[in-house]
């Protein structure tokens, strides 16, 4: 499971995306005064396995790991 921080506005469409995939947690944004106890939230709702194996299985169906590979493929090409 992951917990995103946004840092910078060009994140923000990843984020909001991978969370409505049910792949992460969005905390908010680093500057927002209540970031840290956003984060806690977000890893207590990670306490549940069911949880945890859910965000699992949605992650992986839109992160194969094989991204770096297509790029440099693409690059050669």
């Known amino acids: 499971p992951t917990i995103a921080v946004a840092i910078v506005e060009n994140q923000i469409n990843n984020i909001k995306g991978w969370q ?10 680093l500057q927002d005064k209540d970031t840290l106890f956003r984060i806690l939230r977000s890893v207590e709702a990670l306490f549940p396995y069911k949880i945890r194996v859910a965000r699992n ?21």
Not at 20 to 29: K, L, R, V
Not at 57 to 68: M, N, P
Request: aromatic share 12%.
């Open 20 to 29: 409505e995939e049910g792949f992460i947690e969005y905390a908010g944004w």
């Open 57 to 77: 299985k949605a992650g992986s169906a839109l992160v194969d790991g094989r991204g770096a590979e297509r790029i440099i493929a693409r690059l050669w090409n």
